[in-house]
């Protein structure tokens, strides 16, 4: 993933443990590398064992034991909880949580099965909540931090054959705004990221044609694409000391879309 040979540095940043889910391609793994960069501690969780085992090596070559990967399945609510206690064990308390893991699988609500709505709702939305209730006691007992739950424009424009996803994104940014009250005592702040269409490998793989690009650049202000970058410079801003009276917002990064 490409970084850019320049960027803001957050100090506040600096010895910061991080967790990312879903962070082993795409933005997650731009988002890994960012917080590396600003010498944070990350740990990250994903499905995709190879990949994550992957980055996790090319990384720690450079950042060394700052990094940590294991793999686990999100919906696994009982693994993920043995998988966040491990991951404290090794790295300490986490003071920023990225909720990031997600699945945009296309559908006819017409033919979506019972148990597929169940399963997009349990990895786009449950895993968000189940994920936060095991890090935020930890974050609390050190004084407060950072919440960042990913979720998409498609949440504010609700496209076709996407009704599992739309509907749970969507139910991130209520989450969001319920947890920055909850949390507000104990100084934990909770904001949401709202990503554009962002040209990942996989977009680009499957979805993002010239096609479908050029009419996606006609409804968006800034013609050019949205990279993982784009999406990563902001979490890195939401997680800093810099965002530290933010709360309960939604941030959408999307090239300005008309």
């Keep these: 993933m490409t970084q850019p040979t320049e960027r803001t540095l ?3 940043l600096r010895g910061k443990r991080v967790f990312i ?3 082993a391609t795409g933005i997650g793994a731009c988002m890994v590398e960012a917080f590396l960069y600003q010498g944070a501690i990350v740990g990250f969780v994903d499905i995709a064992e190879e990949d994550g085992s992957a980055l996790c090596t090319r990384l720690a070559a450079a950042y060394g034991n700052a990094v940590c990967f294991r793999a686990c399945d999100v ?5 993920l909880r043995v998988t966040i206690g491990e991951m404290c064990e090794q790295l300490g308390t986490f003071n920023v949580l ?12 017409r033919s979506l ?5 169940h399963s997009s709702m349990a990895v786009n939305l ?11 006691p930890g974050m609390a007992e050190s004084g407060g931090g950072s919440i960042i739950n990913f979720s998409s424009i498609n949440a504010l424009y609700g496209p076709a054959e996407m009704p599992s996803y739309v509907t749970a994104k969507a139910g991130l940014l209520g989450l969001t705004r319920a947890l920055a009250s909850d949390f507000a005592r104990d100084n934990i702040r909770v904001n949401a990221l709202v990503p ?10 499957k979805w993002l044609t010239p096609e479908a690009e050029a009419k996606w ?3 968006v202000r800034l013609q050019r694409r949205l990279k993982p970058v784009d999406v990563a410079n902001m979490a890195l801003f939401l997680a800093s000391e810099d965002a530290s009276m933010i709360t309960g917002q939604q941030f959408v990064v999307d090239g300005g879309r008309l």
């Design 21 to 23: 889910t879903g962070g």
């Design 113 to 117: 099965e019972d148990a597929s709505w």
């Design 196 to 205: 554009g269409w962002v040209a990942t490998d996989k977009q680009l793989e």
């Design 10 to 12: 957050y100090p506040s």
């Design 75 to 79: 919906t696994d609510v009982a693994a």
């Design 217 to 219: 650049m006609e409804n």
């Design 98 to 109: 990225i909720n990031n893991v997600a699945n945009d699988k296309r559908c006819d609500p």
């Design 126 to 136: 449950d895993a968000a909540f189940f994920t936060t209730r095991a890090i935020a």
